[in-house]
């Protein structure tokens, strides 16, 4: 047998909340979940402040029935089949997202917000694309263990970095935050910040407004 990839041209969604405007102070590019759809997701940041924050979010390119064969959709992004493929594929659509977006990012602090699955997707892919950033915000997620300090030498050291977490989110293994905590300072050279909410996988509203 014997595989071959070829490339064409595909269309895929991706979602904004609120208006780009001089009075903009803050750009979030927003990774959801697995299974989640960025419509909905985006939903999540609709209590923020609409004249200083403008989000774009970009959907996984995989998208399944969560039970059974109809109903309810859900969005991935990535399996372990073709993992290489996919992430270049990854770059390519967020690249295009981007350059359609035409926003000036020294102009403006960017955020990079990553939930559950999505994490890895956002640290892979601003290690790619080395576009200077403000904020990264790791919620409920895991930092790709490929990644290393040479991946990020375009920071400059005074960048935030957040890992939050729910203290009863079932994903969460003993010591889990102090690792995640250690990859981010190996690979960044970045202490994080560890914030703790009484909540399972999913985000809190609270926590939200203090980004």
Do not use: C
Not at 34 to 47: D, M, P
Not at 62 to 90: C, P
Not at 116 to 145: D, L
């Amino acid at each position: 047998m014997e595989e071959q990839h070829i490339s064409y041209q595909h269309s895929a969604p991706y979602y904004k909340l609120n208006t780009f405007s001089d009075k903009t102070k803050r750009v979030w590019i927003v990774f959801h979940g697995y299974g989640q759809l960025a419509k909905f997701f985006i939903r999540k940041f609709e209590h923020l402040n609409s004249e200083e924050n403008y989000f774009i979010v970009p959907q996984g390119l995989h998208k399944y029935y969560l039970e059974g064969f109809y109903g309810r959709v859900g969005a991935s992004w990535m399996t372990k089949e073709d993992r290489l493929n996919d992430i270049a594929n990854q770059y390519a659509y967020i690249d295009a997202v981007l350059a359609n977006e035409q926003i000036d990012f020294e102009q403006v602090e960017l955020i990079y917000f990553g939930f559950s699955q999505g994490v890895a997707t956002m640290t892979r892919y601003a290690a790619n694309a080395k576009i200077p950033f403000n904020q990264m915000i790791i919620w409920a997620g895991t930092f790709p263990p490929e990644l290393s300090f040479s991946d990020f030498s375009f920071l400059s050291g005074s960048e935030k970095v957040k890992y939050i977490t729910g203290k009863q989110d079932p994903f969460l293994e003993e010591g889990m935050e102090e690792k995640q905590r250690f990859r981010v300072m190996e690979a960044m050279d970045i202490d994080p910040e560890v914030i703790w909410f009484e909540g399972k996988h999913e985000l809190n509203s609270e926590i939200l407004l203090t980004i």
